[in-house]
T-cell receptor, first 110, second 119 residues
Framework: DTAVSQTPKYLVTQMGNDKSIKCEQN?????MYWYKQDSKKFLKIMFS???????INETVPNRFSPKSPDKAHLNLHINSLELGDSAVYFC?????????FGAGTRLSVL | AQKVTQAQTEISVVEKEDVTLDCVYE???????LFWYKQPPSGELVFLIR??????QNEISGRYSWNFQKSTSSFNFTITASQVVDSAVYFC????????????????FGQGTILTVHP
């Protein structure tokens, strides 16, 4: 009965590959987010969707494409992975301006 | 532009000591929200508190307390009688209204403070 769940938890892949991270929330929230945490623990927003509509798109390479098939899901697809994409990616959903985070997906690009 | 600064990169204390984590923020908005999150060694991000800009009352929750001072743009977090389980990275964050002015969106995080509590 996890509130915000991400899969996979760990992802190891080669440079140039394409990969996806899935996120689902069972809280009934309308808004979902993707954040990136780098090796220095710095957290920065990437995207936000409200009821399947993109509302925040920070300066992120267009190799990153979020997709929201319904308001409970926000997936992140990454094309042509680069070494610099190695990080922990967090999904979140929000209600009353409080964001609740998933456990994170640790992506390692070799 | 909004900015959050946590000047203390790392703090090390011995169990039962009190410890205060500092947070200073910058924003042009008059209405905003401030948050603290905890990231334990297991890696997840745990919500601790939200405070809106109109509410300067201090808050206490068990061993945790928060001091919000608009005059100094600070939102400090104190752990009383620290325990080993408090060891974690603590993030302060700020949320302003979105560009459309209708809803709150992204969190801007501080750099985080690594707290280590020794037995």
């Amino acid at each position: 009965d996890t509130a915000v769940s991400q899969t996979p938890k760990y992802l190891v892949t080669q440079m140039g590959n394409d990969k996806s991270i899935k996120c689902e929330q069972n809280l009934g929230h309308d808004t979902m987010y993707w954040y990136k945490q780098d090796s220095k623990k710095f957290l920065k927003i990437m995207f936000s969707y409200n009821n399947k509509e993109l509302i925040i798109n920070e300066t992120v390479p267009n190799r990153f494409s979020p997709k929201s098939p319904d308001k409970a899901h926000l997936n992140l697809h990454i094309n042509s992975l680069e070494l610099g994409d190695s990080a922990v990616y967090f999904c979140a959903s929000s209600e009353k301006n409080i964001q609740y985070f998933g456990a994170g997906t640790r992506l390692s690009v070799l | 532009a909004q900015k959050v600064t946590q000047a203390q990169t790392e703090i090390s204390v011995v169990e039962k000591e009190d410890v205060t984590l500092d947070c200073v923020y910058e924003t042009r908005d008059t209405t905003y929200y401030l948050f603290w999150y905890k990231q334990p060694p297991s890696g997840e991000l745990v919500f601790l508190i939200r405070r809106n800009s109109f509410d300067e009352q201090n808050e206490i929750s068990g061993r945790y307390s928060w001091n919000f001072q608009k005059s100094t743009s600070s939102f400090n977090f104190t752990i009383t009688a620290s325990q080993v389980v408090d060891s974690a990275v603590y993030f302060c964050a700020l949320s302003e209204k979105s560009a459309g002015g209708t809803s709150y969106g992204k969190l801007t995080f501080g750099q985080g403070t690594i707290l280590t509590v020794h037995p």
